[in-house]
Nanobody
Framework: QVQLVESGGGLVQAGDSLRLSCAAS????????MAWFRQAPGKDREVVAV????????KYSDSVKGRFTISRDNAKNAFYLQMDSLKPEDTAVYYC???????????????????WGPGTQVTVSS
């Protein structure tokens, strides 16, 4: 079993950058598909970015494409989300998720992921 924990959230101004990290406090996720999701108040949880275990097949949501970059370091058992040019609409709780498989057309669905972190708050002021 894998236990995930996110860090790096905070309060920033529009245009600033943040780097979120996801670490495995128990187990290893080097063979898992990893993803970042986010959930704003009153909205459904949505996928932000996804990466397969080997670093291939990277997917980004249209709303963050060109601004966010996903990466992983399997040797360190760590997973990252670099967020640049932040906007107020990026405000949300961000979650790290790990899945045992990669689903080509349904990677964006929350039930495709087996393990979740507790989330970290990102607030972007205008």
């Amino acid at each position: 079993q894998v236990q995930l924990v996110e860090s790096g959230g905070g309060l920033v101004q529009a245009g600033d950058s943040l780097r979120l990290s996801c670490a495995a406090s128990k187990g290893t996720f080097s063979s898992y598909t990893m993803a970042w999701f986010r959930q704003a108040p009153g909205k459904d949880r949505e996928v932000v970015a996804v990466m397969r275990w080997n670093g291939e097949t990277i997917k980004y949501s249209d709303s963050v494409k060109g601004r966010f970059t996903i990466s992983r370091d399997n040797a360190k058992n760590a997973f990252y989300l670099q967020m640049d040019s932040l906007k107020p609409e990026d405000t949300a709780v961000y979650y790290c998720a790990a899945g045992e498989s990669y689903y080509l057309t349904t990677y964006h669905l929350t039930h495709r992921y087996d393990y979740w972190g507790p989330g970290t708050q990102v607030t972007v002021s205008s």
